[in-house]
């Protein structure tokens, strides 16, 4: 063991995803987002075995609701501290944080054990991150909420034994679907989601040798269905040993990755 991850929930009604080192009882605990409210947010975390009082940090990626909406009520309350964008934190009134943590030029920081790379993505936000976090030579990569894959994306994604990979819509479904015509260009376009073609290009151009685990995540449900997300992702899998399809109901379980023998 080394590194676990579960999840809140993911989709467009709210995210939040669970991050930890858990070699010890007291290894770092961070939440990656939080869409949803106090209560709500309580209730899920208890679900998944944790307390809010034993959070770290929470890490934002960018001021969308379903990603920021809980983290102001959250940290106020159980005094987290909150790592933000100076963009993120321009743009969203999150009032109050007690204790604030700019992230500054996308630089790498440390919670505990836990080393975060934030990466810049193409979407529309105010200098949105998505992350990379590693622990004991594990490297869980989350990304979501992006128009396409840049090759700044590409470069930093490489290797990951772990991944949370937005497949958000299926662009025939997005097309015929009951979305306004503005929001359907939006999702579809370069700044807005990743179709399942998209992430599964993306997974087969990656070094994907030491992937032991792959979420999708943040999957529509309005726009896609997970048997058209398992069809485009049917050919790139190999060698990954599970497959997880987020929910926004349910998010996922804990899954912890395994340390080879040799470390
Ligand atoms: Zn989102
Ligand atoms: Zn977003």
Known sequence: MSIAFSSLGSGSKGNGTLVRDNRTEDGAIVLVDCGFTLKETEKRLARLGIAPEQLDAVIVTHEHG??????????????????????????????QI????????????????????????????????????????KRLGILTDLGNISPHVEMHYQSCDALVLEAN????????????LSLKQRVGGAWGHLSNQQAARFLESVDREKLECLVIAHISRQNNTIELAKQAFADVLNPVKQVIYACQDEGFDWVSLTVDINH
């Open 169 to 180: 819509h299926d662009p025939a479904m997005l097309a015929s679907g009951a979305y306004p």
């Open 98 to 137: 007690p204790q604030q943590r700019i992230i500054k030029h996308y630089e790498p920081f440390s919670i505990k054990s836990l080393n975060v790379t934030p990466v810049a993505v193409p979407h529309d936000a105010s200098e949105p991150a998505q992350y990379i976090i590693e622990c004991n030579n």
């Open 66 to 95: 379903d990603h920021i909406n809980g983290v102001g009520p959250l940290a106020r309350k159980y005094n987290v501290p909150v790592h933000i964008t100076p963009g993120t934190l321009r743009v969203k009134k999150i009032g």
